[in-house]
Every structure is written in structure tokens, then in C-alpha cells.
């Protein structure tokens, strides 16, 4: 281990960044530009997304690839490959146009009648045939408006491969009788009631959802036609290419695209305006799972009223059968041709606000979409994450919903988890990140963006995005480069050197927690409960490390490795000694079985809130699950116990990912509080031998290793707020010895240190990023120097110059009170570090000379003054900034 961060200092690690490298049919010379910057700002890779190319798959797209792959080659860089011309995932680059219906994406309706006693409904074939019409919302008329591209701007079809799936009576007491059989030899019924009842009629159309036109995710066949379209195209034009300069394949958002346009509360049981997947195969598993009489019980999954574990055992059967057929037709048949051709598949589903368990937008069901895939993935995008925001939770209509505990205690747990319980995955997971924040997000809020997944277990990252479109292009800035416009384009590429090293150190090893949260995804199916995040951020808080099991380990026993003996829980190489569930009024028999076998092999087990009210389908009882039922604020305090790392004062902001590589034990920890922490670490000899061993921390944005006063897992702590530490805990003594000979002293600065004064005033003057480094407009002036009260619109470069006289032996520090936001500093022309948060201190003593040092220091900002005055693409309003421009604080320079 010590080698390897020895290397990691020399900087040699593997590449664990693809951005998105957009296209729009630039010409050769700027995606040459683009691939040189990219791979400038200490990149690897890119993962190229038409967004959309005007000939994606035809010459000219063959024309940019041959530029791109020969660029990447030559740079000795990775090309993964978006696979499809429009977003979501599933258009096939429009092919499903041509291909016949029995391929189209289908939904299932049911319709609901009331009928009172000696009422008779009679419907013609027709409208036994057809689905009624449904009602559009505001979003779909002005969405359909915009793109003529959705059915919503003409009225829905009523298609002549529309189907009647079954038609039944419900009376008062629950009692369904099938009235298929009094439909006559003309297609119609007629039907009189002789008691209160209510009729259910379930048909099959290709007249719903937002996205008729893109393939169906549990067809099969349907599912090919992207394959073919897409990836076999690319296979005829690059084969030679496959396995070595393209790494793979990317999905971006998949849907199943039933319900409603970007409605986010598609949960099961919602009523009867909702439409749900539907294929061939899929009614074969119903029937086969339900039997021939499946139609009179399928009607439940849209039913609000009425015996609630009936309700239950509908849905939980349908989503299970949607969501196994999701994982064999797409997951599975994706990624496997993928790995039959040399090259990985990634990408991730829509995870907003807890829509990873709910059809519409995604999938059903997070690790069985992705269980297909070479690594997990999610992303995080537009603002979803942001320092402090765990608490701000709000409903406000589309585009306007937020889920603070999902965002911080369960997105980035999803990935790390998937990609740790799944073998074929080999620990690695993905998340898209940084997009659509807009113009103001800078390297501050980048790095901690970065440290929030990475503490989190996430490894691989895709940067959103390097658009090649002519400066400013409007879509999810920032962008990083911007042709030059950015101005922390060169700061950029040293907030990708950190996020290298560091995930260099987490990955190829694995994870340490001590506890299992059971995924709630079923029990969502299945009636009330309690979300993960709830349960999590209890944990998180309290430092407590966890993984997000789903209840397939217990039936994929196999696939999963899943083993339950002497006390624990093993699924792979991740061992658990308490498994935590959260409430689910239902659970299915096989997931009760398995919480029995847990019990039985002395596994602590716990119910939170409650435990389940019925096991569906079962001989098992509630009864029968003898396991200790909690209140969700007492999780963390249940299992104290077992805790792997301690900190005192308790602080709710302080992260841990506790990870085990090359038989050393690593520990990072990320401050993501607003104040500075000072307190006490210990870590627990029960995961790490950690008796007389000393220990170090790696600092990978200075690339220093420091030595601690941590003895025998005891010691001080201190982490200012977005500061992040990895603790090493050497494997043996040689790792020790090298550890040591590398480690340099952290800067402290004394009480009794001398303040140096400059030899004069500070001059300052300013340049465009484009036109770095011909600075200009040179004045004098003092300090705090808040250019924005100059000029409210500038973004760019500042350049600060002064000198001073050392005279005196000894250390020499610079000390930058507060800057926006990006700090360069030369002295003598030598230039140091990078830095991104105040305060922020340089040692500079070996750069100093006898007599006097020039000093020099360069300010970078966001381009979001320089941006205000471009109209926003939505017309929405744009915020006053938060921040000055330029050197806003005091520079002081110390001599001790």
C-alpha cells in the first residue's frame, strides 16, 4: 500500500474520470482543441454524447469518431460511447419508427364503473377494445408544444392492435367474478348488476406515456433493435478498436415511460389514470405466476380501497415480474453483448427523490436495472446536492421537488452498495456529477460535490460536461473549458488530480460496514413504509458505516454469494453483523425467510418503526419474526456497540468510509459542516489491527502525507469545514518505514510568529480567461480588494503584485484570509499549490532568498457575473451573486 501512494504522490494512478464530451458536428480542428483540454486537465478518458449530432451513426458522426478515437489514441486516453441519439436511453436512434408494433413500447389501463343494483352497463367492441382517452396535464400540452415531438400535440390514437386483457365485477365483499364470457359473437357485453359493484376493465394500447416511439424496456426484441441500431454499428465501424481505446457503452436515464411526463409521485396504487408497462412476456409471467384467472386480479395494482394485503400481493407480483423482465431484456441483454465483445457497459436510471423504485421515469427497481451493468452508477445533477442542504425538503410541482435526505443519506449509498454486493462489478461505482448548477459553481462547491460521493464509496466520475458549442453555450452549464472562456479551467484539472488519487485509494479493495439496510423498493410495492434515507441519515450522523442491501441477496443466493452463519450476514466480500429493515406494512415469503434464517444464525436484526403486519403469500406469521422492533432516531444508538470509528464531541456533519486495500485500512473522513471540527478520533480494533501500529493521513489535494498523533486509534482530530483526510494504517513495518520517510510537517502557525509587511502597495490588475496571461488595467490597491464593487460583471483572472525583504532564518507561510475563489501563488516566480478554500496558507520557505521576493498572486472566478447578463433559456431569473471578485480579504506573511 505504502507503494501506492508513493505513486501516487509521483502522481501514476489509473484515470477515474469520463466526462461528457458533447457533440453538435464541430469541425476537426475544435475536436482536437477539445480533446487536447480535456486530456490537459489531467483526464483519461471522455464519454462522447451526441446531444444530439445532426447525423448521429451517419458519415459525419463516422467523421468526428475517426478525429476523436485517433486523438484519444494517440493521448493514450479511454473512449466510452453514449448510446443514443436523443435522451433518455431508447430512442434507437429514431429506428423504432420503422419497426413493426409488435415492438413498441405498450401499456396496460384499467378502467373503474360503478354500478348500483339492477344498473346495466352495456359497451360496444369498441369501447371494450379501446382505453378511454386520458387527461393531459399542463406540462405534457407545453412540452408537446415545444418539441412536436410527443403525441401530446395531436389527440392519442386509438390503434387498431388495442386489446382487451379482461374485464371483471367486484361486489361489496371483495367476491370477483370474470364477465369474459358474456361478451357475444358481435364484440360487445352487456351486463346487469344485482347488488353494488364495481366493473374493472383493463386494456392494452401503444397510445401512452410520453415516449411512444422509443423501445420497450421488457421486450426483448424490442430492446435489440437499440442493440442493432446503436452498438452494432458502432462494432462494424470500430471493432479494431473495442477492448482498448473504447472502453464501452453508457446509458443515460433509461425509462419505462408509462404514466405521466415528468411526474414524480409514481408510486404504486395511485388510481386508475395510470397506465403501467406492458409486453407480451410479461402477461405470460403473470399468468404463469397467477394463473389463468390473472386478469381478474391484476386490477388491484391501480385499486386504492379494499383489503390491503390483496392490493399487496398484486403489486408486489407485477413489479416483480416488470422488474425481473427490465433486468433480463435490457440490463442483462445489453451489458451481456457489451462483455461478448470486449468492452463494459455504465450508465444509470433516474434516482430523484426516491423514483428509483417506481416505474415512469426509471426502472422499478435500482439494482435490478443496473444488475446488467459493469458498474453502478447514479448522478447528481442541478443543485440535487449542495453543502447544508440536508434539511431542505420541498414540494412545488415539477422541477421543484426535493428530497434532502434522499440527496445526502441514500444517492451515492445506492452506487457504492451495488457496486459492492455485486461481484461482476469489482467494486466499481459511477456517478455523473457537477452538471446543470449553472454558471456559478465553481471549484468549491466542485470539490465538494466530489467528496460527498467519495466518502460515500463512489470511485468513477463523468463530469457534465465539455460542450464544444460556440462560448456561452446555454445548456447545463458550467462547462468546463468553454473554449477557453473559463477561468478555472486550470484549476479544474487539479480538482481532477485529486479526485484520481483519492479514488485510486478506494478502489480495488472493499468496503467495511458493520450493518445491512435492507432497500426498501419492494415494500414501496407493497403499501406504507419507511423510506432507507430515514434510517440512514441516523447512521451517517452518527458515524456509523452501512451498505444498502436488496432482498435479492436471500433468493439470488448463488449470483449474490450470500452466506448467514455464526452471527452474520455475508454477501460477497461484505460481511455485516447487524441488519437493520426499515418499516414495510407487507413483506413477500421469501424475504420473510430470510429475516427467520438471520434470527436463527444470531444475526442482530431490527425492525424499525414496526414490524411488518402480514407476510404475503406465506405460513410464516409476523409472529414468527422474533426480532427487535426500534424507533428510527435509537437506530444509531441500538447499534453503538458495533461502531468502527468514534468522535468526540459528536458532530452530525463528520463523514467516514472505512476501506481495506492491500491489507491496509483506510479511513476517509470529509467535514461537510459549515464550521470547523477539533475533537478526538478513535478507531475500533475490532475492523483493523490497529494495537501499536502508527498512523498517517494523506492529504491527496496537497499530495502530502502527514504523520498523526493517533496511538493505538486514539487521537486528534481537526477538519475545517469541505476538508478531507484518508488515515493510513500501515500493513506492516516496511509500509511504516516508507510512510514515514515521505510524511512532511502540516503548517502551524505559532502565536509568537513574526508578521511581515510588503514593500510597498499591492498592484493589481485583470484579464479574460480567453486572454490569459496579457494582463492589463494595472492599478494600486489596499486590501480587502473587492473588484466586484468595481465592476459587478466581470469574470476572469486577477493578478495581486507586491514584494517583501526575508531576513530572517527560519519558516516563511503566506496566509490568504479570504479570495473568490480560486487561489494561485508564486513567489519568485515559482508557483505553488493550488487552492480553492480560505484561509488559505502556504509554506513558502523553500522558494524565499535572502533580501527581497517578488510575490504574486493569481484569483480565478466563476463566470457567473460575466453570465448574468445572458438571458436565462428558460426566462427564469437569476440569483444576485453570493460572492466578491478578487482578493476580499488580508494577505499576511509570517516569519517564525
Same mark, same amino acid.
Given at each position: 500500500?505504502?507503494?501506492?501512494?508513493?505513486?501516487?504522490?509521483?502522481?501514476?494512478?489509473?484515470?477515474?474520470?469520463?466526462?461528457?464530451?458533447?457533440?453538435?458536428?464541430?469541425?476537426?480542428?475544435?475536436?482536437?482543441?477539445?480533446?487536447?483540454?480535456?486530456?490537459?486537465?489531467?483526464?483519461?478518458?471522455?464519454?462522447?454524447?451526441?446531444?444530439?449530432?445532426?447525423?448521429?451513426?451517419?458519415?459525419?458522426?463516422?467523421?468526428?469518431?475517426?478525429?476523436?478515437?485517433?486523438?484519444?489514441?494517440?493521448?493514450?486516453?479511454?473512449?466510452?460511447?453514449?448510446?443514443?441519439?436523443?435522451?433518455?436511453?431508447?430512442?434507437?436512434?429514431?429506428?423504432?419508427?420503422?419497426?413493426?408494433?409488435?415492438?413498441?413500447?405498450?401499456?396496460?389501463?384499467? *378502467?373503474?364503473?360503478?354500478?348500483?343494483?339492477?344498473?346495466?352497463?352495456?359497451?360496444?367492441?369498441?369501447?371494450?377494445?379501446?382505453?378511454?382517452?386520458?387527461?393531459?396535464?399542463?406540462?405534457?400540452?407545453?412540452?408537446?408544444?415545444?418539441?412536436?415531438?410527443?403525441?401530446?400535440?395531436?389527440?392519442?390514437?386509438?390503434?387498431?392492435?388495442?386489446?382487451?386483457?379482461?374485464?371483471?365485477?367486484? &361486489?361489496?365483499?371483495?367476491?370477483?367474478?370474470?364477465?369474459?364470457?358474456?361478451?357475444?359473437?358481435?364484440?360487445?357485453?352487456?351486463?346487469?348488476?344485482?347488488?353494488?359493484?364495481?366493473?374493472?376493465?383493463?386494456?392494452?394500447?401503444?397510445?401512452?406515456?410520453?415516449?411512444?416511439?422509443?423501445?420497450?424496456?421488457?421486450?426483448?426484441?424490442?430492446?435489440?433493435?437499440?442493440?442493432?441500431?446503436?452498438?452494432?454499428?458502432?462494432?462494424?465501424?470500430?471493432?479494431?478498436?473495442?477492448?482498448?481505446?473504447?472502453?464501452?457503452?453508457?446509458?443515460?436515464?433509461? *425509462?419505462?415511460?408509462?404514466?405521466?411526463?415528468?411526474?414524480?409521485?409514481?408510486?404504486?396504487?395511485?388510481?386508475?389514470?395510470?397506465?403501467?408497462?406492458?409486453?407480451?412476456?410479461?402477461?405470460?409471467?403473470?399468468?404463469?405466476?397467477?394463473?389463468?384467472?390473472?386478469?381478474?386480479?391484476?386490477?388491484?395494482?391501480?385499486?386504492?380501497?379494499?383489503?390491503?394485503?390483496?392490493?399487496?400481493?398484486?403489486?408486489?407480483?407485477?413489479?416483480?415480474?416488470?422488474?425481473?423482465?427490465?433486468?433480463?431484456?435490457?440490463?442483462?441483454?445489453?451489458?451481456?453483448w457489451c462483455r461478448d465483445h470486449g468492452v463494459k457497459y455504465i450508465?444509470?436510471?433516474?434516482?430523484?427523490?426516491?423514483?428509483?423504485?417506481?416505474?415512469?421515469?426509471?426502472?422499478?427497481?435500482?439494482?435490478?436495472?443496473?444488475?446488467?451493468?459493469?458498474?453502478?452508477?447514479?448522478?447528481?445533477?442541478?443543485?440535487?446536492?449542495?453543502?447544508?442542504?440536508? &434539511?431542505?425538503?420541498?414540494?412545488?410541482?415539477?422541477?421543484?421537488?426535493?428530497?434532502?435526505?434522499?440527496?445526502?443519506?441514500?444517492?451515492?449509498?445506492?452506487?457504492?452498495?451495488?457496486?459492492?454486493?455485486?461481484?461482476?462489478?469489482?467494486?466499481?461505482?459511477?456517478?455523473?456529477?457537477?452538471?446543470?448548477?449553472?454558471?456559478?459553481?465553481?471549484?468549491?462547491?466542485?470539490?465538494?460535490?466530489?467528496?460527498?460521493?467519495?466518502?460515500?464509496?463512489?470511485?468513477?466520475?463523468?463530469?457534465?460536461?465539455?460542450?464544444?458549442?460556440?462560448?456561452?453555450?446555454?445548456?447545463?452549464?458550467?462547462?468546463?473549458?468553454?473554449?477557453?472562456?473559463?477561468?478555472?479551467?486550470?484549476?479544474?484539472?487539479?480538482?481532477?488530480?485529486?479526485?484520481?488519487?483519492?479514488?485510486?485509494?478506494?478502489?480495488?479493495?472493499?468496503?467495511?460496514?458493520?450493518?445491512?439496510?435492507?432497500?426498501?423498493?419492494?415494500?414501496?410495492?407493497?403499501?406504507?413504509?419507511?423510506?432507507?434515507?430515514?434510517?440512514?441519515? &441516523?447512521?451517517?450522523?452518527?458515524?456509523?458505516?452501512?451498505?444498502?442491501?436488496?432482498?435479492?441477496?436471500?433468493?439470488?443466493?448463488?449470483?449474490?454469494?450470500?452466506?448467514?452463519?455464526?452471527?452474520t450476514l455475508t454477501v460477497g466480500s461484505q460481511v455485516y453483523k447487524?441488519?437493520?429493515?426499515?418499516?414495510?406494512?407487507?413483506?413477500?415469503?421469501?424475504?420473510?425467510?430470510?429475516?427467520?434464517?438471520?434470527?436463527?444464525?444470531?444475526?442482530?436484526?431490527?425492525?424499525?418503526d414496526g414490524k411488518p403486519e402480514a407476510v404475503i403469500d406465506s405460513?410464516?406469521?409476523?409472529?414468527?419474526?422474533?426480532?427487535?422492533?426500534?424507533?428510527?432516531?435509537?437506530?444509531?444508538?441500538?447499534?453503538?456497540?458495533?461502531?468502527?470509528?468514534?468522535?468526540?464531541?459528536?458532530?452530525?456533519?463528520?463523514?467516514?468510509?472505512?476501506?481495506?486495500?492491500?491489507?491496509?485500512?483506510?479511513?476517509?473522513?470529509?467535514?461537510?459542516?459549515?464550521?470547523?471540527?477539533?475533537?478526538?478520533?478513535?478507531?475500533?480494533?475490532?475492523?483493523?489491527?490497529?494495537?501499536?501500529?502508527?498512523?498517517?493521513?494523506?492529504?491527496?489535494?496537497?499530495?502530502?502525507?502527514?504523520?498523526?498523533?493517533?496511538?493505538?486509534?486514539?487521537?486528534?482530530?481537526?477538519?475545517?469545514?469541505?476538508?478531507?483526510?484518508?488515515?493510513?494504517?500501515?500493513?506492516?513495518?516496511?509500509?511504516?518505514?516508507?510512510?514515514?520517510?515521505?510524511?512532511?510537517?502540516?503548517?502551524?502557525?505559532?502565536?509568537?510568529?513574526?508578521?511581515?509587511?510588503?514593500?510597498?502597495?499591492?498592484?493589481?490588475?485583470?484579464?479574460?480567461?480567453?486572454?490569459?496571461?496579457?494582463?492589463?488595467?494595472?492599478?494600486?490597491?489596499?486590501?480587502?480588494?473587492?473588484?466586484?464593487?468595481?465592476?459587478?460583471?466581470?469574470?476572469?483572472?486577477?493578478?495581486?503584485?507586491?514584494?517583501?525583504?526575508?531576513?530572517?532564518?527560519?519558516?516563511?507561510?503566506?496566509?490568504?484570509?479570504?479570495?473568490?475563489?480560486?487561489?494561485?501563488?508564486?513567489?519568485?516566480?515559482?508557483?505553488?499549490?493550488?487552492?480553492?478554500?480560505?484561509?488559505?496558507?502556504?509554506?513558502?520557505?523553500?522558494?524565499?532568498?535572502?533580501?527581497?521576493?517578488?510575490?504574486?498572486?493569481?484569483?480565478?472566478?466563476?463566470?457567473?457575473?460575466?453570465?448574468?447578463?445572458?438571458?436565462?433559456?428558460?426566462?427564469?431569473?437569476?440569483?444576485?451573486?453570493?460572492?466578491?471578485?478578487?482578493?476580499?480579504?488580508?494577505?499576511?506573511?509570517?516569519?517564525?
Amino acid at each position: 500500500m505504502s507503494k501506492i501512494i508513493e505513486n501516487i504522490i509521483n502522481d501514476k494512478h489509473d484515470n477515474y474520470i469520463l466526462p461528457f464530451f458533447w457533440q453538435h458536428g464541430e469541425d476537426e480542428a475544435t475536436l482536437r482543441e477539445y480533446m487536447k483540454a480535456i486530456n490537459e486537465a489531467n483526464i483519461g478518458a471522455v464519454c462522447v454524447e451526441s446531444r444530439p449530432h445532426p447525423d448521429f451513426c451517419g458519415e459525419k458522426w463516422w467523421q468526428d469518431m475517426d478525429v476523436i478515437l485517433e486523438e484519444a489514441k494517440n493521448r493514450n486516453m479511454k473512449v466510452w460511447i453514449l448510446d443514443d441519439s436523443h435522451f433518455p436511453t431508447g430512442f434507437a436512434n429514431g429506428a423504432m419508427a420503422k419497426e413493426p408494433i409488435s415492438k413498441a413500447r405498450r401499456s396496460i389501463c384499467c *378502467e373503474k364503473i360503478e354500478l348500483k343494483a339492477g344498473e346495466t352497463l352495456e359497451l360496444n367492441q369498441a369501447e371494450l377494445i379501446h382505453p378511454l382517452q386520458r387527461e393531459l396535464t399542463e406540462m405534457e400540452k407545453t412540452i408537446g408544444q415545444m418539441t412536436g415531438r410527443m403525441p401530446e400535440v395531436k389527440p392519442q390514437e386509438k390503434f387498431e392492435d388495442d386489446a382487451l386483457v379482461g374485464i371483471s365485477v367486484t &361486489n361489496s365483499a371483495g367476491v370477483t367474478k370474470d364477465l369474459q364470457a358474456l361478451i357475444d359473437a358481435q364484440g360487445n357485453l352487456k351486463y346487469t348488476a344485482e347488488e353494488d359493484c364495481f366493473i374493472y376493465k383493463m386494456n392494452t394500447t401503444r397510445n401512452r406515456g410520453s415516449h411512444p416511439d422509443y423501445i420497450n424496456m421488457v421486450d426483448e426484441a424490442s430492446v435489440r433493435v437499440l442493440i442493432d441500431t446503436v452498438y452494432e454499428k458502432h462494432l462494424e465501424h470500430y471493432k479494431d478498436y473495442f477492448g482498448n481505446v473504447i472502453e464501452g457503452f453508457f446509458s443515460d436515464e433509461p *425509462e419505462l415511460g408509462n404514466g405521466h411526463l415528468y411526474e414524480l409521485h409514481h408510486e404504486m396504487g395511485i388510481g386508475f389514470d395510470m397506465d403501467y408497462p406492458w409486453s407480451a412476456e410479461l402477461e405470460h409471467d403473470l399468468r404463469a405466476e397467477l394463473g389463468e384467472d390473472f386478469a381478474t386480479k391484476l386490477p388491484l395494482i391501480w385499486e386504492t380501497t379494499g383489503d390491503e394485503a390483496k392490493r399487496a400481493a398484486a403489486r408486489l407480483v407485477y413489479m416483480d415480474k416488470l422488474t425481473r423482465l427490465i433486468e433480463k431484456n435490457f440490463s442483462y441483454q445489453v451489458g451481456n453483448w457489451c462483455r461478448d465483445h470486449g468492452v463494459k457497459y455504465i450508465g444509470h436510471i433516474i434516482e430523484d427523490n426516491g423514483q428509483h423504485c417506481r416505474t415512469g421515469s426509471t426502472l422499478g427497481h435500482y439494482f435490478r436495472a443496473l444488475k446488467g451493468q459493469d458498474w453502478a452508477g447514479i448522478d447528481d445533477i442541478g443543485g440535487q446536492v449542495y453543502p447544508m442542504g440536508e &434539511n431542505d425538503n420541498f414540494d412545488r410541482g415539477v422541477f421543484q421537488v426535493r428530497n434532502g435526505n434522499f440527496y445526502h443519506f441514500l444517492l451515492g449509498k445506492l452506487a457504492s452498495s451495488l457496486a459492492a454486493l455485486d461481484s461482476k462489478k469489482q467494486g466499481n461505482a459511477m456517478c455523473e456529477i457537477f452538471g446543470a448548477y449553472g454558471w456559478d459553481e465553481g471549484l468549491r462547491l466542485e470539490k465538494y460535490l466530489a467528496d460527498h460521493f467519495m466518502v460515500r464509496g463512489v470511485n468513477h466520475y463523468v463530469p457534465h460536461a465539455f460542450s464544444a458549442k460556440p462560448f456561452p453555450d446555454p445548456d447545463c452549464p458550467p462547462h468546463f473549458y468553454a473554449h477557453g472562456h473559463n477561468p478555472e479551467y486550470k484549476a479544474f484539472g487539479e480538482l481532477m488530480k485529486y479526485m484520481n488519487r483519492t479514488c485510486e485509494l478506494i478502489s480495488g479493495g472493499r468496503h467495511i460496514a458493520p450493518v445491512a439496510v435492507m432497500y426498501h423498493g419492494e415494500a414501496e410495492w407493497a403499501g406504507k413504509c419507511l423510506a432507507d434515507e430515514l434510517v440512514t441519515r &441516523n447512521l451517517a450522523e452518527h458515524q456509523i458505516e452501512f451498505d444498502i442491501v436488496p432482498q435479492d441477496v436471500f433468493v439470488e443466493r448463488e449470483d449474490y454469494k450470500t452466506s448467514i452463519s455464526n452471527g452474520t450476514l455475508t454477501v460477497g466480500s461484505q460481511v455485516y453483523k447487524a441488519v437493520v429493515i426499515p418499516y414495510a406494512q407487507f413483506i413477500s415469503d421469501s424475504f420473510a425467510n430470510g429475516i427467520k434464517e438471520l434470527i436463527a444464525a444470531g444475526v442482530r436484526v431490527y425492525f424499525v418503526d414496526g414490524k411488518p403486519e402480514a407476510v404475503i403469500d406465506s405460513q410464516i406469521t409476523t409472529d414468527d419474526l422474533a426480532a427487535e422492533t426500534i424507533k428510527v432516531d435509537a437506530v444509531a444508538t441500538t447499534l453503538s456497540d458495533i461502531v468502527d470509528v468514534t468522535i468526540t464531541p459528536e458532530n452530525s456533519y463528520i463523514r467516514y468510509y472505512h476501506y481495506l486495500k492491500d491489507d491496509t485500512n483506510l479511513y476517509m473522513v470529509v467535514n461537510e459542516g459549515d464550521k470547523e471540527y477539533t475533537g478526538k478520533i478513535t478507531i475500533s480494533g475490532d475492523y483493523s489491527e490497529i494495537k501499536g501500529k502508527e498512523v498517517f493521513a494523506f492529504e491527496a489535494w496537497n499530495n502530502s502525507i502527514y504523520k498523526t498523533d493517533i496511538v493505538d486509534g486514539i487521537g486528534n482530530i481537526n477538519l475545517k469545514p469541505s476538508e478531507s483526510r484518508i488515515f493510513v494504517i500501515p500493513k506492516d513495518e516496511a509500509d511504516a518505514r516508507l510512510l514515514d520517510s515521505k510524511a512532511v510537517a502540516e503548517i502551524q502557525i505559532p502565536a509568537d510568529k513574526k508578521l511581515i509587511q510588503p514593500n510597498g502597495n499591492w498592484t493589481r490588475s485583470i484579464v479574460k480567461s480567453i486572454n490569459y496571461p496579457n494582463f492589463s488595467e494595472q492599478v494600486e490597491v489596499s486590501l480587502p480588494d473587492d473588484y466586484a464593487k468595481v465592476d459587478a460583471d466581470f469574470s476572469g483572472w486577477f493578478r495581486y503584485e507586491n514584494s517583501f525583504t526575508a531576513t530572517e532564518k527560519g519558516k516563511y507561510v503566506v496566509e490568504i484570509t479570504d479570495a473568490f475563489e480560486v487561489v494561485d501563488l508564486y513567489i519568485n516566480s515559482t508557483k505553488l499549490q493550488t487552492k480553492i478554500f480560505a484561509p488559505f496558507v502556504f509554506d513558502i520557505s523553500k522558494y524565499v532568498k535572502d533580501g527581497e521576493n517578488n510575490i504574486r498572486i493569481e484569483v480565478a472566478t466563476t463566470l457567473e457575473r460575466e453570465m448574468l447578463k445572458v438571458p436565462d433559456r428558460f426566462g427564469r431569473p437569476k440569483p444576485e451573486p453570493k460572492y466578491g471578485s478578487g482578493i476580499t480579504g488580508e494577505v499576511k506573511i509570517y516569519n517564525f
